[in-house]
């Protein structure tokens, strides 16, 4: 647990700090408390919407295991998604939540290769949205944008979304990519595993998605749906607060895709939970849109909701999970069993 608590506290510090940096260079009355004279009607609001997000996803998960045949609690579903988001708050580039994620359920009695593939199925819905977004918005995008370094970092994050989604579907279907890239995490975290594990535990794995893409494409059709409903909330949680701080006129979908691509290029900053490239990124392409001073203010509001809070309340859960289990080991297990039929 220590190793945890010394993730959440330099995530915080590096966030923290570029945001009082950027609240003494460009505030005018500089408060990095600002969010106590946030109006807190909004405030509620924007928790609840974010409430909302968690609890579709976990809705979505507890769709995917269904279809497989899984009676999981909801309870563990909203954990899986929780924490799963927790994680990603405190890895390098964002991308401890999806392993965390599959090992909640194999922890669970949800088979490796299923688990394995809704997580990564997900993910592959994930980049088809986001594809579907940035074809759709980049001309209007260049269109309302200044001519900055702001857009330049839009421009960067589209062509960045097309690379990933077209890396991720390759890997996703290409069996050599695949095994390659496995066997590359097995001799990086000295695995004990073999070739013909590897090979064993792919075929599993790509019977699973054939059972997944092949016999219900109107179940992850409906995923990638929600899952634009979900970004959908993530936006209003943006746009209500822009328009309590800056007003203006900019729509909600213009926002919406601006924050799609921002995204895509933020959160690959290599620090934990990509903490000081988010801010950075957009401190440079708000303060086009909104100046400096709205700009800052809107982000420490924004990263308060969706990222210091679930990261604080995070950690105390978490904890408090963990002396769970290290109870249920010493009482002699956990009696949970998952119960699958076809």
Known sequence: MKGIYKK????????????????MLYSKNFNIFSVLKFPLNVLLINFFILFLVYFINALRLQMLLKFFGYKFPFKESFKNIFFGAFFTFITPM????????????????????????IVISKTLEISFVILFLDLIFIKNVLKFMPKSFGLSIILIGFFVGLSISFAIFLSFVNRKILKKFLLFLIKIFKLNHTEEEVDNWIDNLQKSIKTLWLKNPWLLILDMFLYFITLLLY??????????????????????????????????????????GIEGTYQVVFSDLFGPANAINIITIYRFVTFYVPLILGTIFFTISSKKDKMKVVNGGDKFVNNKGH
């Open 8 to 23: 959440v506290f330099l995530s915080i510090l590096i966030s923290f700090s570029i945001i009082t940096i950027f609240q």
């Open 94 to 117: 964002s991308i401890g939540g999806q392993p965390y994620q599959i090992y909640h359920l194999v922890k669970n009695n949800i088979k490796g290769t299923d688990a394995t593939n």
């Open 235 to 276: 936006n209003s949680i943006l746009f209500l607060i822009v328009k309590t701080f800056f007003g203006g006129e900019i729509s909600f979908f213009s926002l919406l895709a601006i924050l799609v691509m921002m995204n895509t290029v933020a959160y690959y900053v290599p620090t934990p939970g990509s903490s000081g």
